[in-house]
């Protein structure tokens, strides 16, 4: 299918940080796509929590076939869309490089770490970042971008990965208003322009950040409830599950169990997937978004419908309040918390603990955003290991 004019064209891309001749058969963000399958932080997604820890069970989704699934979902309504499928394939590849461990938990921690060291370090004084690095605490979504600029070690000629500046962009989700202050510095009129000047990314990006919590929302019913977590009772207060159950239940009255669970989330993603094609090509025409500079001026265009929009919100709080908030999920919490923490400090105080490796060449970069950088590229079970290792006790048996 042929791109829409409003799409990301590599032709019309703003490029590499280093310039690269063109690749013979693959367009530029197919090979971003391909750069991003290859690189190590991807293959160390199969072992990062999502919701679930790696060694709780093999079927739960882990940080790999939750990008996975996004990707797909991203790919699905791009195609619909006429947006660039390899660019909205790419982010949604790399859009959680950057994790730590542990999930959500370990980053938290993390970020407390850096935030204490910042100020233990600067006694009050300004803890400003160096040219090289980004400032105060710990972003999972800087972390990403930080992993495919910096901290890939796969080719001569460059650090990262060298991918196109619309792949970045649509990596950096989210931004402090002094990481995107720093990165302004460092790159003007870069990928942190947009938070500062209040434009929007490209539909690529945008899809990506939508498929992103369709993805999860269905992904965490199916998860919660093969963990014993939630039931398929207690789901039915949820507006949008207890449409879908009613109307599977109306085709096939005697289906239960998993069979059940799948086939109403399955309906739900088909809803919510057709939601967004149809709002966001109402928005488009609405606003009368010609070409990717409309695109950038315009508010963020591509959603669900108001309808759909309370959904899933509400779908979210129920998800907070039971799974992602349950004593048995805050528990584990606790103990990533304290293996982060641990970790960190250990190898604060000690940083030969890390293999020499580690050490960015050629570059300053403080010791404490070294560390942060070693703890956030760890697996779940690398970290639990090294824990047991450098302090002796044994967390999570
Ligand atoms: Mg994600």
Not at 193 to 199: E, K, Q
Not at 310 to 318: C, G, I, N, T, V
Request: aromatic letters at 6%.
């Amino acid at each position: 299918m042929s791109l829409a004019a409003y799409a990301s064209h590599d032709n019309a891309s703003r490029g590499r940080r280093v310039p690269e001749p063109p690749a013979p058969t693959r367009g530029d963000f197919q090979r971003d796509r391909d750069r991003v399958i290859h690189s190590t932080a991807f293959r160390r997604l199969v072992y990062k929590t999502q919701v679930f820890l790696n060694h709780e069970g093999d079927l739960f989704r882990t940080r790999l076939t939750h990008s996975l699934e996004v990707a797909q979902l991203g790919r699905s309504i791009a195609r619909s869309l006429g947006l660039n499928e390899d660019l909205v394939e790419a982010i949604a590849l790399a859009h959680d490089l950057g994790h730590t461990p542990f999930g959500h938990a370990g980053q938290d921690a993390l970020n407390a770490c850096m935030h204490q060291a910042g100020e233990v370090a600067s006694h009050g004084a300004n803890d400003a970042s160096t040219p090289n690095e980004p400032a105060g605490g710990f972003e999972h979504n800087m972390q990403s971008l930080r992993v495919v600029d910096e901290l890939e070690e796969r080719y001569p000629d460059f650090d990262g990965l060298n991918l196109c500046f619309e792949t970045r962009e649509g990596i950096l989700k989210h931004c402090s208003r002094a990481n995107a202050l720093w990165l302004e510095r460092v790159e003007p009129k870069g990928v942190g322009a947009r938070f500062l000047n209040g434009t929007s990314p490209s539909l690529e990006a945008q899809l990506c950040n939508l498929a992103d919590e369709i993805a999860y929302n269905a992904h965490d019913i199916d998860d919660g409830v093969r963990s014993g977590l939630l039931s398929i009772e207690q789901l039915r207060v949820v507006p949008l599950f207890e449409r879908f159950l009613q109307t599977t239940l109306s085709h096939h009255p005697n289906l239960q169990g998993r069979r059940l669970l799948y086939e109403v989330v399955r309906r739900m993603l088909s809803a919510q997937v057709y939601d967004v094609i149809d709002a966001t090509c109402a928005a488009i025409k609405q606003l009368g978004v010609a070409v990717p500079a409309d695109v950038a001026l315009a508010p963020v265009l591509v959603c669900f419908s108001a309808e759909m929009k309370q959904q899933s919100a509400d779908l979210k709080r129920f998800l907070m309040h039971n799974l992602y908030r349950h004593p048995q999920v805050m528990q584990t919490t606790v103990q990533a918390r304290r293996v982060v923490t641990d970790l960190y400090a250990a190898y604060c105080s000690e940083p030969h603990l890390m293999p020499a490796h580690r050490r960015l060449s050629g570059v300053e970069v403080s010791i404490k955003r070294q560390v942060a950088d070693y703890i956030a590229g760890m697996t779940d079970r690398f970290a639990i290991k090294e824990h047991e290792r450098l302090t002796g006790s044994k967390v999570f048996v």
